[in-house]
């Protein structure tokens, strides 16, 4: 980008935890910020170069209208299970409006699109997804390639694993029913074998490649995969954050039936059960190519956890189950 950095908006769509994570991560670099979602409504510590707008991103016309100005635009837009079959709807607007700007558009995706894979997961991999959220994830990451490919926006994807951090609550395996119950004294709650190696994103590193990838005009019409601390079992990690909590270390996993059976009253857990694999396998994803080629690091683990851990202390109290 050859603008200086104050004279740059960056447009992000989606003020989940990772719109935010992006928002935190652009204004440190000093980009001037708008994000947008459905309402025009985000609580956040507000300075004069962050904005706030309202648009549904699946309206072409309201999604232009969004990204008039920008320099680059983010699409980090965050669904409950329910709701994924609007991703296709929505990145075509999002693809819209980033063109009508003639701005980068970078996608924080997730690793969905390759099913079932045994052994690390690595950039290249065929999007063979037989899971309905899978062939969902597939769909919308080929629109926008195709729409990479015919030169209508230049655009990267950046892919992380299961995500957690400062204001990650319940959208994450590692949120509310592992961090905050280890604080209020009570058993970390999860699924699948947690005994087996899992890779966990970092919602700052997730961040961090977004800005990167908008930022790298060589980057584009790929498909990265954002970098983690070495892959852990999933009872590792929840040991490591009660030794940092001063909590104790108790952990209550959750097996396929289990799940399956609760679903029927809970529409969240009816749809997790297709996803169940990445917990009873091995789940590793290898961010090697972005480390080598854009510089990448992910933060260590200690580093990660004790930060996340300082934002759940600040937050008001959560009543967890």
């Known amino acids: 980008m050859s603008a200086s950095a104050p004279d740059q908006l960056h447009v992000i769509f ?32 507000k300075d004069l170069d962050t904005q706030v707008g309202g648009a549904d991103a699946a309206d072409p016309v309201r999604a232009r209208e969004a990204c008039e100005g920008a ?30 700007a003639a701005a980068p558009l970078v996608y924080g995706d997730n690793v969905y699109a390759y099913g079932h894979v045994r052994g690390p997961m690595r950039e290249g991999l065929p999007e063979s997804a037989t899971t309905v959220k899978g062939r969902i994830r ?17 655009a990267a994807i950046a892919r992380a694993s299961d995500f957690f951090g400062p204001g990650v609550t ?47 005009p060589d980057a584009a019409g790929g498909i990265w995969h954002v970098p983690n601390a070495p892959a852990l079992s999933t009872r590792t990690v929840v040991s490591r954050i009660a030794s940092l909590a001063g909590a104790r270390n108790r952990l209550s996993a959750a097996p396929g039936w289990l799940v ?55 937050r008001p109290p959560l009543r967890v189950p």
């Open 71 to 100: 320099s680059a635009v983010y699409h980090c837009v965050g669904l409950p299970y329910p709701r994924w079959g609007e991703f296709p709807a929505i990145m075509r607007g999002i693809v819209e409006g980033a063109a009508s």
């Open 260 to 314: 399956g059976m609760l679903g029927l009253f809970d529409a969240n857990l009816r749809e997790l059960k297709e996803m169940l694999y990445e917990f009873d396998d091995d789940f590793v994803v290898d961010g090697s190519k972005a480390e080598t080629a854009l510089g990448l690091t992910a933060t260590p683990w200690e580093t990660s956890l004790t930060e996340t851990l300082d934002w759940w202390r600040g």
């Open 14 to 45: 989606g003020t989940g935890p990772l719109g935010l994570a992006t928002m935190r991560r652009l204004r440190g670099l000093g980009y001037r910020v708008r994000l947008v979602n459905r309402s025009g409504r985000v609580t956040f510590d």
């Open 170 to 216: 319940d959208a994450s395996m590692l949120g509310t029913r592992v961090f905050q119950r280890l604080l209020d004294g009570k058993p970390a709650q999860v699924v699948g074998d947690p005994d087996r190696l899992h890779s966990y994103t970092y919602i700052e590193d997730f961040a961090a490649a977004l800005a990167a990838l908008a930022d790298r």
């Open 138 to 154: 597939a769909e919308a990451a080929a629109m926008l390639m195709d729409a990479h490919r015919a030169g209508k926006v230049r």
